[in-house]
């Protein structure tokens, strides 16, 4: 019997698809498999690029109603956003620590207080020391695998040690890597312990979709199994 354990989710990454056509290109990615939506949230502050807010999200979630929505926050200030998010209909609200590093517990009590789950996020340049006192505040933690603030960039795989140091300490934690993973990455990333799958352009960009959502899903699940199975005692 295997002993319990991290569930693997895919959550597509929309920022690369036609936004033009968002509804659609949700329904499609949660048609085609998406366990959630990775919903890309800047401000051109803290990155420096704009996409969407709280407006755009609750009108997608009058759309579709069931879906877990995560946005990743990637603002200068995450505190102003926590209300409107949760009143669009957000469920898991992940922000970046390094601009709010001395509120961050302040904020994950609001981001719950406000009916979302917490998601911590760490640019490549942060250390995971900087989040550890955090952790039993979160729900997940987001290890970025790319500078936060463009789709289609080379996965950084330097940021595993960091995935495996939280795998290795937190066994039932959610960890999600963003940025750069597909079919040419993901073991890497399954391998450390990531069991929540951010991919943008690689699911976006491909011709089955279904079959690429698939194969992630198949690579994270074999290193989770494997990591579950008890070794035989002798
Ligand atoms: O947060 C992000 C960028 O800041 C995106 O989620 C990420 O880049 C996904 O796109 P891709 O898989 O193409 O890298
Ligand atoms: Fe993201």
């Known amino acids: ?21 968002l509804l659609a290109e949700s329904q499609r990615l949660l048609d085609n498999g998406a366990d959630y939506l990775h919903l890309d949230v800047m401000d051109g502050h803290f990155v420096p690029n704009l ?13 579709i109603p069931h879906a877990f929505f995560e946005t990743h926050m990637m603002v200068q200030d995450p ?17 970046h ?3 709010v590093i001395k ?14 789950k917490v998601g911590l996020a760490l640019k490549p340049g942060t250390g995971i020391e900087a989040v550890r006192q955090y952790i039993n505040h979160a729900d997940m933690i987001l290890i970025m695998t790319v500078e936060p603030g463009f789709g289609g960039q080379k996965f950084m795989a330097d940021m595993m040690p960091k995935v495996q140091w939280l795998r290795h300490n ?50 994270v699940e074999r290193s989770i199994h494997k990591c579950n199975v008890k070794p035989v005692s002798h």
């Open 170 to 219: 937190y066994p039932l934690l959610d960890i999600e890597v963003d940025g750069g993973v597909g079919l040419n990455t993901i073991t890497a990333c399954a391998e450390a312990g990531a069991n929540m799958i951010v991919a943008g352009t690689a699911i976006i960009g491909a011709c089955d979709q279904k079959a690429v959502i698939a194969s992630l899903r198949e690579t």
């Open 97 to 99: 620590i390094e601009p």
């Open 1 to 21: 019997m295997e002993r319990s354990s991290v569930k693997c989710k895919i959550g597509p990454s929309i920022l690369n698809s036609d936004l033009s056509q």
């Open 103 to 116: 509120d961050v517990l302040p904020l994950c009590r609001k981001v719950r207080e406000a009916g979302m």
């Open 51 to 63: 996409t969407f807010g709280h407006p755009v999200v609750k009108c997608l979630r009058k759309k």
């Open 79 to 95: 505190q102003k956003w926590i209300e409107p998010m949760a009143d669009a209909g957000v469920s898991q609200y992940t922000f």
